[in-house]
Protein backbone atom coordinates (compact mmCIF):
# COMPACT_ATOMS: atom_id res chain seq x y z
CA UNK A 1 0.00 0.00 0.00
CA UNK A 2 1.26 3.79 -1.25
CA UNK A 3 2.40 5.86 1.75
CA UNK A 4 -1.22 8.57 1.71
CA UNK A 5 1.14 11.20 3.91
CA UNK A 6 1.96 14.43 1.16
CA UNK A 7 5.76 14.32 0.30
CA UNK A 8 7.17 17.78 2.19
CA UNK A 9 9.34 20.00 2.04
CA UNK A 10 10.47 21.90 5.50
CA UNK A 11 12.11 25.83 4.79
CA UNK A 12 14.56 27.00 7.01
CA UNK A 13 14.96 30.76 6.92
CA UNK A 14 17.30 31.59 9.20
CA UNK A 15 21.79 31.77 9.04
CA UNK A 16 23.29 30.09 11.13
CA UNK A 17 24.02 26.76 12.36
CA UNK A 18 22.45 27.42 16.01
CA UNK A 19 19.46 29.19 14.56
CA UNK A 20 18.70 25.40 12.32
CA UNK A 21 19.76 23.15 15.82
CA UNK A 22 16.70 25.24 17.18
CA UNK A 23 14.24 23.73 14.21
CA UNK A 24 15.62 20.20 14.16
CA UNK A 25 12.90 18.91 16.49
CA UNK A 26 10.04 20.94 14.94
CA UNK A 27 11.49 19.50 11.49
CA UNK A 28 11.34 16.04 12.78
CA UNK A 29 8.36 16.29 13.89
CA UNK A 30 6.96 17.48 10.54
CA UNK A 31 8.71 14.67 8.84
CA UNK A 32 6.53 11.68 11.34
CA UNK A 33 3.65 13.27 9.39
CA UNK A 34 5.16 13.29 5.40
CA UNK A 35 5.70 10.84 3.42
CA UNK A 36 8.22 8.11 4.14
CA UNK A 37 8.76 9.66 7.57
CA UNK A 38 10.69 12.33 5.84
CA UNK A 39 10.99 15.42 4.94
CA UNK A 40 13.63 17.47 2.23
CA UNK A 41 14.82 20.51 4.25
CA UNK A 42 15.67 24.08 2.51
CA UNK A 43 18.26 25.63 4.09
CA UNK A 44 20.87 28.39 3.25
CA UNK A 45 24.71 26.75 2.68
CA UNK A 46 25.89 28.58 5.57
CA UNK A 47 23.47 27.03 8.15
CA UNK A 48 25.74 23.92 7.26
CA UNK A 49 22.74 21.95 7.12
CA UNK A 50 23.99 19.19 4.49
CA UNK A 51 26.84 18.19 6.84
CA UNK A 52 24.59 18.37 9.90
CA UNK A 53 21.40 16.43 9.69
CA UNK A 54 21.95 15.53 5.80
CA UNK A 55 22.74 11.88 7.87
CA UNK A 56 19.76 11.80 9.33
CA UNK A 57 17.50 9.00 8.24
CA UNK A 58 14.39 11.51 8.33
CA UNK A 59 15.66 13.67 5.84
CA UNK A 60 14.94 12.90 2.23
CA UNK A 61 17.38 15.79 0.90
CA UNK A 62 19.07 19.18 1.53
CA UNK A 63 17.98 21.84 -1.31
CA UNK A 64 20.30 24.75 -0.86
CA UNK A 65 18.79 28.07 -0.72
CA UNK A 66 21.79 30.53 -1.66
CA UNK A 67 19.35 33.48 -1.41
CA UNK A 68 21.41 35.86 1.77
CA UNK A 69 25.00 35.08 1.82
CA UNK A 70 26.78 36.37 5.17
CA UNK A 71 28.07 39.81 4.61
CA UNK A 72 31.40 38.40 5.03
CA UNK A 73 31.50 36.46 2.17
CA UNK A 74 30.79 39.85 0.02
CA UNK A 75 28.74 37.73 -3.02
CA UNK A 76 25.25 37.87 -4.05
CA UNK A 77 23.48 34.90 -3.84
CA UNK A 78 22.29 32.84 -6.52
CA UNK A 79 18.64 32.91 -5.39
CA UNK A 80 19.06 36.60 -4.62
CA UNK A 81 16.61 38.89 -6.21
CA UNK A 82 13.11 38.43 -7.74
CA UNK A 83 14.56 36.27 -10.67
CA UNK A 84 16.50 34.69 -8.31
CA UNK A 85 13.26 33.60 -6.37
CA UNK A 86 11.94 32.22 -9.48
CA UNK A 87 14.86 30.13 -10.32
CA UNK A 88 14.34 28.61 -6.88
CA UNK A 89 10.65 28.19 -7.07
CA UNK A 90 11.36 26.43 -10.37
CA UNK A 91 13.97 24.18 -8.88
CA UNK A 92 11.07 23.61 -6.02
CA UNK A 93 8.35 22.80 -8.73
CA UNK A 94 10.44 20.12 -10.95
CA UNK A 95 10.84 18.04 -7.30
CA UNK A 96 6.77 17.41 -7.21
CA UNK A 97 6.02 18.33 -3.74
CA UNK A 98 2.76 18.14 -1.98
CA UNK A 99 3.31 20.64 0.83
CA UNK A 100 5.28 22.59 2.31
CA UNK A 101 5.93 24.16 5.20
CA UNK A 102 7.64 27.25 6.15
CA UNK A 103 8.95 28.20 9.31
CA UNK A 104 8.79 31.75 8.87
CA UNK A 105 6.48 34.57 8.92
CA UNK A 106 8.21 36.51 6.14
CA UNK A 107 5.84 37.33 2.62
CA UNK A 108 8.41 36.77 0.54
CA UNK A 109 8.64 32.99 1.52
CA UNK A 110 5.05 33.27 1.24
CA UNK A 111 5.44 34.19 -2.38
CA UNK A 112 8.15 31.85 -3.13
CA UNK A 113 5.85 29.09 -2.06
CA UNK A 114 3.04 30.33 -4.47
CA UNK A 115 5.46 30.89 -7.15
CA UNK A 116 6.35 26.71 -6.67
CA UNK A 117 2.95 26.04 -7.41
CA UNK A 118 3.28 23.33 -4.33
CA UNK A 119 -0.59 22.19 -3.63
CA UNK A 120 -0.44 22.51 0.28
CA UNK A 121 1.91 25.81 1.32
CA UNK A 122 2.01 26.41 5.53
CA UNK A 123 3.49 29.45 7.21
CA UNK A 124 3.51 31.35 10.10
CA UNK A 125 0.28 33.94 8.10
CA UNK A 126 0.67 36.91 11.01
CA UNK A 127 1.89 39.22 7.68
CA UNK A 128 -1.38 39.80 5.93
CA UNK A 129 0.66 40.00 2.91
CA UNK A 130 2.00 36.50 3.34
CA UNK A 131 -1.74 35.02 3.77
CA UNK A 132 -2.03 35.87 0.26
CA UNK A 133 0.11 32.97 -1.02
CA UNK A 134 -0.62 30.57 1.91
CA UNK A 135 -3.81 28.28 2.37
CA UNK A 136 -3.24 25.90 5.20
CA UNK A 137 -4.29 27.94 8.30
CA UNK A 138 -4.29 28.60 11.20
CA UNK A 139 -1.90 31.33 10.93
CA UNK A 140 -0.09 32.32 14.50
CA UNK A 141 0.29 36.83 15.92
CA UNK A 142 3.84 37.40 15.61
CA UNK A 143 5.73 37.16 18.76
CA UNK A 144 6.13 40.53 20.55
CA UNK A 145 7.76 39.63 23.78
CA UNK A 146 11.35 40.01 25.11
CA UNK A 147 12.80 36.61 24.23
CA UNK A 148 13.82 35.50 20.79
CA UNK A 149 10.86 35.10 18.34
CA UNK A 150 12.01 32.62 16.34
CA UNK A 151 12.41 30.74 19.27
CA UNK A 152 8.55 31.31 20.64
CA UNK A 153 7.21 31.71 16.53
CA UNK A 154 8.23 27.96 15.74
CA UNK A 155 6.56 26.57 18.96
CA UNK A 156 3.57 28.67 18.60
CA UNK A 157 3.22 27.33 14.85
CA UNK A 158 3.90 23.90 15.48
CA UNK A 159 1.46 23.20 18.21
CA UNK A 160 -1.54 25.29 16.47
CA UNK A 161 -0.49 22.86 13.60
CA UNK A 162 -0.74 19.68 15.35
CA UNK A 163 2.95 18.96 15.26
CA UNK A 164 3.78 19.05 18.43
CA UNK A 165 1.82 19.61 22.39
CA UNK A 166 4.38 21.76 23.41
CA UNK A 167 7.56 23.71 22.44
CA UNK A 168 10.51 21.04 21.81
CA UNK A 169 13.71 20.51 23.18
CA UNK A 170 16.78 20.37 20.80
CA UNK A 171 18.68 17.22 20.96
CA UNK A 172 21.27 16.21 18.54
CA UNK A 173 23.44 12.86 19.04
CA UNK A 174 26.61 12.65 16.91
CA UNK A 175 26.94 9.52 14.50
CA UNK A 176 29.38 6.90 15.66
CA UNK A 177 32.48 7.61 13.38
CA UNK A 178 32.98 11.83 14.46
CA UNK A 179 32.76 10.26 18.19
CA UNK A 180 35.64 7.63 17.55
CA UNK A 181 37.68 10.51 16.17
CA UNK A 182 36.83 12.55 18.96
CA UNK A 183 37.55 10.32 21.58
CA UNK A 184 40.51 10.12 19.79
CA UNK A 185 42.04 13.33 20.26
CA UNK A 186 40.61 13.89 23.86
CA UNK A 187 42.28 10.76 24.95
CA UNK A 188 45.58 12.83 25.97
CA UNK A 189 42.55 14.55 28.73
CA UNK A 190 42.42 11.20 30.83
CA UNK A 191 40.38 11.60 33.35
CA UNK A 192 40.41 15.71 33.80
CA UNK A 193 36.79 17.31 33.53
CA UNK A 194 36.57 19.43 30.06
CA UNK A 195 35.68 22.46 29.18
CA UNK A 196 35.16 23.78 25.49
CA UNK A 197 35.48 27.32 24.78
CA UNK A 198 33.10 28.82 21.76
CA UNK A 199 35.65 31.85 20.37
CA UNK A 200 33.92 31.92 16.68
CA UNK A 201 31.04 34.55 15.97
CA UNK A 202 29.00 35.82 13.07
CA UNK A 203 29.36 39.66 14.25
CA UNK A 204 31.99 41.56 16.08
CA UNK A 205 29.99 42.74 18.67
CA UNK A 206 29.14 39.54 20.21
CA UNK A 207 33.24 38.81 20.37
CA UNK A 208 34.06 38.19 24.18
CA UNK A 209 37.63 38.47 22.79
CA UNK A 210 41.14 36.55 23.49
CA UNK A 211 42.46 38.17 26.89
CA UNK A 212 39.25 37.11 28.26
CA UNK A 213 39.10 33.59 26.66
CA UNK A 214 43.09 33.02 27.46
CA UNK A 215 42.13 34.26 31.33
CA UNK A 216 39.52 32.17 31.46
CA UNK A 217 41.18 29.13 30.33
CA UNK A 218 44.40 29.92 32.74
CA UNK A 219 42.01 29.72 35.48
CA UNK A 220 40.12 26.52 34.16
CA UNK A 221 43.35 24.53 33.62
CA UNK A 222 44.49 25.70 37.50
CA UNK A 223 41.02 24.26 38.60
CA UNK A 224 41.84 20.48 37.37
CA UNK A 225 39.79 21.27 33.43
CA UNK A 226 41.09 20.39 30.61
CA UNK A 227 40.54 23.14 27.83
CA UNK A 228 39.16 22.48 24.13
CA UNK A 229 39.46 25.54 22.36
CA UNK A 230 36.79 25.53 19.57
CA UNK A 231 36.59 27.33 15.92
CA UNK A 232 36.17 26.92 12.09
CA UNK A 233 38.82 27.84 10.07
CA UNK A 234 38.13 31.18 10.06
CA UNK A 235 39.03 31.35 13.65
CA UNK A 236 42.35 29.88 13.59
CA UNK A 237 44.13 33.37 14.19
CA UNK A 238 41.77 33.88 16.82
CA UNK A 239 42.06 30.20 19.06
CA UNK A 240 45.90 30.46 18.58
CA UNK A 241 45.83 33.93 20.17
CA UNK A 242 43.88 32.94 23.10
CA UNK A 243 46.31 29.93 23.42
CA UNK A 244 49.79 32.16 23.29
CA UNK A 245 47.88 33.88 26.14
CA UNK A 246 48.20 30.81 28.70
CA UNK A 247 51.68 30.19 30.10
CA UNK A 248 53.63 27.56 28.34
CA UNK A 249 52.79 25.17 31.25
CA UNK A 250 49.09 25.89 31.68
CA UNK A 251 49.02 24.86 27.56
CA UNK A 252 49.86 21.37 28.03
CA UNK A 253 45.88 20.99 29.08
CA UNK A 254 44.74 23.39 26.29
CA UNK A 255 43.83 21.92 22.85
CA UNK A 256 43.06 24.32 19.72
CA UNK A 257 40.75 22.60 17.14
CA UNK A 258 40.31 24.47 14.37
CA UNK A 259 40.16 21.97 11.23
CA UNK A 260 37.22 19.61 12.61
CA UNK A 261 34.39 19.18 10.45
CA UNK A 262 31.13 20.11 12.18
CA UNK A 263 29.97 16.29 13.04
CA UNK A 264 33.48 16.03 14.91
CA UNK A 265 32.94 19.40 16.61
CA UNK A 266 29.51 18.18 17.96
CA UNK A 267 31.00 14.99 18.69
CA UNK A 268 33.92 16.68 20.78
CA UNK A 269 30.89 19.01 22.33
CA UNK A 270 29.00 16.11 23.44
CA UNK A 271 32.20 14.47 25.49
CA UNK A 272 32.96 17.55 27.36
CA UNK A 273 31.32 18.33 30.51
CA UNK A 274 30.94 22.23 29.94
CA UNK A 275 30.61 24.80 26.58
CA UNK A 276 31.08 28.49 27.36
CA UNK A 277 31.07 30.97 24.58
CA UNK A 278 29.94 33.89 22.40
CA UNK A 279 26.43 33.14 21.32
CA UNK A 280 27.51 31.16 18.47
CA UNK A 281 25.67 27.89 16.93
CA UNK A 282 28.21 25.97 18.91
CA UNK A 283 27.14 26.86 22.29
CA UNK A 284 23.61 25.97 20.78
CA UNK A 285 24.72 22.66 19.28
CA UNK A 286 26.42 21.73 22.90
CA UNK A 287 23.10 22.10 24.84
CA UNK A 288 21.81 20.33 21.99
CA UNK A 289 24.55 17.20 22.82
CA UNK A 290 23.64 17.16 26.39
CA UNK A 291 26.32 19.25 27.37
CA UNK A 292 25.79 21.96 29.92
CA UNK A 293 26.28 25.89 28.36
CA UNK A 294 26.64 29.25 28.94
CA UNK A 295 26.68 31.81 26.58
CA UNK A 296 27.74 35.46 27.19
CA UNK A 297 25.39 38.33 25.87
CA UNK A 298 25.47 42.14 26.36
CA UNK A 299 22.79 43.10 28.86
CA UNK A 300 19.82 43.89 26.42
CA UNK A 301 19.93 41.43 24.20
CA UNK A 302 17.21 38.75 23.99
CA UNK A 303 17.45 36.19 26.32
CA UNK A 304 17.76 32.51 25.45
CA UNK A 305 15.96 30.29 27.62
CA UNK A 306 14.32 27.37 25.19
CA UNK A 307 16.72 24.51 26.74
CA UNK A 308 17.40 23.20 29.97
CA UNK A 309 21.20 23.21 29.82
CA UNK A 310 21.62 26.06 28.35
CA UNK A 311 22.27 29.56 30.71
CA UNK A 312 22.99 32.94 30.21
CA UNK A 313 25.93 35.19 31.38
CA UNK A 314 25.45 39.36 30.77
CA UNK A 315 27.17 42.34 31.46
CA UNK A 316 27.02 45.83 30.40
CA UNK A 317 29.17 44.99 27.46
CA UNK A 318 30.80 41.59 26.75
CA UNK A 319 34.09 42.73 27.96
CA UNK A 320 32.96 43.55 31.57
CA UNK A 321 31.79 39.93 31.89
CA UNK A 322 34.86 38.86 34.62
CA UNK A 323 36.48 35.67 33.58
CA UNK A 324 36.49 34.47 37.30
CA UNK A 325 32.64 34.79 37.14
CA UNK A 326 32.74 32.51 34.54
CA UNK A 327 35.12 30.33 35.96
CA UNK A 328 33.18 30.32 39.25
CA UNK A 329 29.46 29.40 37.74
CA UNK A 330 31.77 26.33 36.29
CA UNK A 331 33.50 24.94 39.38
CA UNK A 332 29.53 24.95 40.74
Known amino acids: MSDPRPKTVVLHQFTGIGDLVWHI ?91 SGIPVRMGYGYRWLQRLFLNCPPFIPRYRGEGVAALHEMAAFAVAHGLASRPLVSRFDPPAPAREVADHRLRRFGEAPLVALAVGTSEPHKQWGSRNFSELARLLVRRGFGVLVLGGPSERKLAQDICDGVSPEDRRQVELCTDADILVSAALLSKCDWCVGNDTGVVHLAAACGTRAIALLQQGRPGLDYHPLLSVLTGPTLERIPPQLVASHLAA
Open 25 to 115: PYFKAVAEQSQGGQVSVIAQPSTLARQLIGHEPWVAEIIDHDHRPRRNERRKGRHAGLFGMWRFAQELKRRNFDRIVLFSGCPSRGLLAGM
